[in-house]
């Protein structure tokens, strides 16, 4: 099993970040990595396309396996023969604001391979998605 992770401080609230995280039909507005399609609530599946940088878009369908308002999003997802889960959390910090952080964890014959292949790349995707999540939540507070 290996793992990707990429966090950053976001000078809003937990509740206004998730409104943000949560809003999928606003992510053409401000986020490169992903597009989704879908109800976001425990047992359901949701269609999602995923733009890592330099990579070709891929398709997926994760299903939604933890939705905890304010703290955190979980799905898990099948492609490739490799097993993925991501998981969106979302911690407070003093003065009111948030630490966001994405974290995928891989596994599957084929993961340690395709991580160190593709670390560099997917952690740039998950940096690029948390400054866009961070400016859009910073216009909304």
């Not at 943000?20 to 609530?41: I, K, Q």
């Not at 939604?64 to 407070?92: G, K, N």
């Not at 998950?126 to 400016?135: A, D, H, I, S």
């Amino acid at each position: 099993m290996t793992e990707v992770a990429a966090g950053i401080d976001v000078p809003a609230t937990p509740a206004t970040v998730w409104e943000v995280l949560t809003d999928v039909s606003a992510y053409p507005r401000w986020n490169t990595l992903l597009s989704v399609r879908g109800e976001l609530a425990v047992g359901e599946t949701v269609d999602a396309r995923l733009s890592v940088p330099g990579l070709p878009t891929v398709s997926f369908a994760p299903e939604i396996t933890v939705f905890d308002p304010q703290r955190e999003l979980r799905w898990q997802s099948s492609l490739f023969s490799v097993d993925a889960e991501h998981r969106f959390l979302l911690e407070p910090t003093t003065g009111g604001g948030c630490r966001f952080v994405q974290r995928e964890t891989i596994d599957g014959p084929l993961a340690a391979r395709l991580v160190d292949r593709f670390d560099r790349r997917l952690v740039r995707g998950f940096e690029q998605m948390n400054v866009g999540l961070r400016r859009r939540a910073t216009e909304l507070q």
